[in-house]
């Protein structure tokens, strides 16, 4: 089974991308974040002919996260368990940053558990969006950690837009980040858990840093300077490390007129 996860920026405005990409390199299922739109508004007949089923969550022109899948998408949840709302008053709503769903389960069970995450960006230091970032990325790992108590064999990938650079690598520069988000030790601190909940980075082994990125700013010229940064991971539960068979990152992806800011990453299991 080929996977991957791409922050896509817009569903509706790069739609043929997707399908492109998924015809191109045959991948059978695709997380996508930040389609920023309602279900409803979405025209899917092109992923539909193209023999994909689709299970999406949106509430409004931001955020909102995806799974396309053509082998098999069943068990879909909208929202992890516990997560914290925004605003974080009466006022507040679950955003639509997660969904998991089950895909290449045969008549007998099995397949793979997918969860599509889009973390919160964090904005600065002293906003509250910052320490709401970091009770999300709390709510995930204590549903990652249930998920494995309930089945250590369970084969799981938490996949998408972490908006966490856990290492100094993952960096083009990290003077550029001092006092900003997404390096923080607070933000790595609970990346770490994540991971420590048992669920390990499948990529960076085959794909180490420096210079691996997976996202480049719009401003600046950051893609053609080389200024980027790795926030996008597939992170798998033991037994679905267990079954990697080899990951890429598309960077051709990132060129080109109307490309996302974001590259896919791809990663194939055999199950």
């Not at 995806?66 to 605003?87: E, F, K, M, N, Y």
């Not at 973390?119 to 910052?130: A, I, Q, T």
């Not at 997976?214 to 053609?224: E, H, K, N, S, V």
Request: proline content about 6%; cysteine-free; hydrophobic content about 40%.
């Amino acid at each position: 089974m080929r996977i991957a996860t791409w922050n896509i920026n817009s569903l509706r405005a790069r739609m043929d991308r997707v399908v492109a990409f998924l015809g191109r390199h045959q991948v059978d299922v695709l997380a996508l974040q930040e389609i920023k739109a309602k279900p409803a508004q979405l025209d899917l007949a092109p992923l539909e002919a193209a023999g994909y089923e689709v299970a999406a969550h949106g509430l409004n022109q931001w955020n909102g996260v995806a799974v396309i899948s053509r082998v098999g998408l069943t068990d879909v949840a909208l929202q992890l368990p516990d997560v914290p709302t925004w605003p974080e008053d009466e006022t507040g709503v679950v955003e639509a940053r997660a969904l998991g769903a089950t895909v290449g389960a045969g008549s007998e069970g099995g397949g793979l558990r997918i969860w599509s995450l889009y973390v919160p960006n964090g904005r600065e230091l002293d906003h509250p969006h910052y320490p709401y970032k970091l009770r999300w990325l709390d709510a995930l790992r204590a549903e990652g950690a249930r998920e494995l108590a309930a089945d250590p064999r369970s084969r799981t990938v938490l996949v998408g837009d972490f908006n966490v650079a856990p290492q100094d690598d993952d960096v083009w520069d990290m003077a550029f980040f001092e006092g900003k988000t997404h390096v923080t030790e607070p933000e790595r601190a609970a990346f770490r858990a994540v991971v420590d909940a048992g669920y390990a980075d499948v990529v960076r082994p085959e794909h180490p840093g420096p210079g691996t990125y997976t996202y480049w700013d719009y401003q600046a010229l950051r893609f053609p300077k080389k200024e980027g940064m790795r926030i996008d991971f597939v992170l798998a539960s033991p037994a679905a490390q267990e079954a990697v068979t080899g990951s890429f990152i598309d960077r051709e992806e990132r060129k080109g007129k109307g490309a996302s800011d974001h590259a896919p990453v791809v990663v194939d299991l055999d199950l």
